[in-house]
């Protein structure tokens, strides 16, 4: 038996490969499925079943195009339905591939199809549970996703307390826990860092696996959940009726754009995305552009930050268009008009007009604080409430723009988030909306609580809080 779990760090996703005697089986792929049949090649192994643990509304799953090239099955949990042939898993069935079985169990809670597949080792013991959204390394998945005429956030959280209490508590503690994502997923609050561990370690550690009743379960879970992104239901229902497959969105996306068309295109009304690092942006870039760097989570960002009914413009790095437009359509963002030949270079050799973004050093935020610069924190509030400048204005990158009429234009600000990434994206959106007096602030809060000359308070910790919830349940 071989189980390979393969990361995806710009959409914090995990996809699984396992096969047993030449037979194999993939779980929740991403929409590049020739990595799975390469494995499967050096493997010796046939792709027999493609499992997708539920609908996913956070990036584009690969079942259709790796059905399509492998022939093998698309299997879903109960209450899936979708405009494409399926097996329509029972729940507690078991499906063989080799000498193992998975074992299909019906988790609903995070959407009404979401379905634990239980591993069924040679010997017959219960190895692992790949759990998609059900369970994250943690946390659970948030509940408000999948909300129908007759049905409510609350009615979800208490479907995915029975899903957890009579299908995953009731497993060994041995039982490996393989789940759909890690940090950075908006799919959960509070996921862990690891991505992957011993289902006893989180009957101990994970929040949503401790004893309480269904009341406070709900109560917990519910508490402090953020807005979903717009894109995600945009990615589920593509996911339900289908999409091109990825040789067609490359082949209609890569297109090299003279200077002449791309500044013609930027009159008609395209977006600019400057995929480059944030330290290389800021020194000079087009007016008007966006800047997400492809050294983060790249795929996450783009999607909740762009217009999917707007034509993109890219600019990046030579050689590493295909590589931007392939993780631009793991997202769903396939309206790439094509990119400027020669990256920013060519627009810099033109002596077309340029546009800066002013960064300073965490240490030198005192002396602005001093002349009367506030503090813009865009990172998610359960960050800023761990710790953060006495102060400090809070505002998430995510809704940042939707509320830049809460903040003042005539203020100068200093924007930083935890290590730099998203504060250059919030600074480009500040800039692009009349922002004038703005400063990212290098290395984010990675480096700003080590200073000593600024004052420091944390807020009401959401860990903390659910603790005080539990307790006060008891």
Sequence with gaps: MYIKQIYTQCLAEASYYIDDNGEAVVIDPIREADQYLELAKERGATIKYI?????H????SGHLELAKKSGATIVFGPQASTYFPIHSAADGEHIKIGNINFVALHTPGHTPESTTFLLVDQEGKNHAIFTGDTLFIGDVGRPDLAIAANTTTQDLAALLYDSIHTKIMPLADDVTVYPGHGPGSACGKNIGKETFAQLGEQKKTNYALQSMDKATFVTLITDGILPAPSYFATAATINKTGYEN???VLSKSNHALSLDEFKQLIKNGAVILDTRVADEYEKAHVPNSINIG????????AATLLDY????????????ENEVITRLARVGIENITGYLQGGYTTWASANEPESTISSIEPEEMRGYMDKGWKVLDVRKPGEFETGHIKGAKTLHLQILEENIDNIDKETPWLIHCAGGYRSMM?????????????HNVHKGWSAIQNLHNLSFETGPCEMERKKQMLDSSK
Excluded: S, V
């Design 51 to 55: 499992f997708e643990t539920h609908f």
């Design 57 to 60: 509304a956070d990036f584009i």
């Design 246 to 248: 990825l040789e067609q």
């Design 294 to 301: 492809t050294n983060g989570q790249f795929a996450i960002w």
């Design 309 to 320: 009914k707007r034509p993109t413009l890219l600019i990046a790095e030579d050689t590493t």
């Design 426 to 438: 919030a600074a480009t959106i500040l800039r692009n909306h009349g922002f004038i007096n703005i």
